[in-house]
């Protein structure tokens, strides 16, 4: 591809790195299991105290994982 050529579609199976999805109903559950498995050691570490911003921490996690990146403590 040379400087003037602009890409204009994306192959399938490729997701933007701003997009988190999930191909099922299951993989979602599963991926929300996760989270709250790992979001119960969170608060453990935390000294068990409830988290009120659970909805952002879980949210960050999942897309986190998803993406191969650093997960949330």
Avoid: C, F
């Avoid at 790195?17 to 979602?28: I, K, N, Q, R």
């Avoid at 119960?40 to 994982?65: C, F, I, K, S």
């Amino acid at each position: 591809m040379n400087a003037a050529e602009e890409v204009t579609t994306r192959i399938q199976g490729r997701v933007a790195a701003t997009e988190t999805s999930y191909a099922t109903t299951s993989d979602l559950v599963d991926a929300l299991k996760r989270a709250a498995a790992a979001h119960g050691e969170h608060e453990a570490r935390n000294g068990g105290q409830y988290d009120t911003a659970w909805p952002e921490w879980y949210a960050a996690y999942m897309v986190a994982e998803r993406h191969g990146e650093k997960l949330p403590e």
